[in-house]
């Protein structure tokens, strides 16, 4: 049985087999038996490298942080993770000055980025969703409809799976959405940074 540890743009987590593309960590969420007994251990949510200096960890091993996996760096944005300082240091770098830039706060800090994805989060979580229209989301957004993820890229909107993006979805363009991906990280998108997903079609 695979472990619970594969998470979806809804920030919820799995047990399936299929293999991540980025790994990342809430703090510890698992005991002994490798079972999920919450759903984060506070508010900093990351994203990290599947490969940093030929590092080999046993997942969810015993008093150590439990390993996340997600299908890309997209995914991990919906689900309201951001890239790890320190293993993905010029990632974050990045993503932080592109926050300033859509916020004119230049001097936020990560604990700062930190309680505002947090409280977006927990809305979410919660079933509180913010809409837009289509024709308004920059790439790299996640939607809900019908009770499925899609991604906003190109123009178009690709269904999610944990295997890949199976197939696109035809939307009138001012048609409004439930959006996925925090708010805060649309206008970080807006501001010109650019996820990475693995459109894999």
């Known amino acids: 049985m695979p472990l619970q540890n594969r998470v979806s743009p809804w920030g919820t987590l799995h047990s399936v087999s299929a293999r991540g593309g980025l790994m990342g960590n809430r703090g510890r969420l698992h005991n002994q038996a490798k079972e999920i007994t919450r759903l984060y251990q506070g508010k900093s949510w990351i994203t990290c490298s599947l490969i940093y200096k030929n590092v080999s960890r046993e997942v969810m091993s015993p008093n150590s942080y439990t390993e996340l996996f997600f299908l890309d760096e997209a995914t991990a944005f919906a689900a309201g993770h951001r890239p790890c300082s320190h293993c993905q240091h010029e990632r974050a770098k990045q993503f932080k000055m592109f926050w300033g830039k859509a916020f004119g706060q230049s001097k936020t800090t990560l604990k700062e980025i930190d309680a505002i994805l947090h409280n977006e989060r927990i809305d979410i979580?919660?079933?509180?969703?913010?809409?837009?229209?289509?024709?308004?989301?920059?790439n790299g957004t996640f939607i809900e409809l019908d009770h499925c993820a899609y991604l906003v890229w190109g123009g178009e909107l690709f269904k999610w799976s944990f295997?890949?993006?199976?197939?696109?979805?035809?939307?009138?363009?001012?048609?409004?959405?439930?959006?996925?991906?925090p708010c805060s990280i649309i206008e970080v998108f807006r501001a010109g940074f650019l996820t990475r997903p693995s459109l894999c079609i």
């Open 125 to 138: 979580a919660n079933g509180v969703y913010q809409r837009a229209k289509v024709n308004t989301l920059p």
């Open 163 to 181: 295997l890949g993006y199976q197939s696109k979805h035809n939307i009138d363009s001012n048609s409004v959405v439930s959006l996925l991906t």
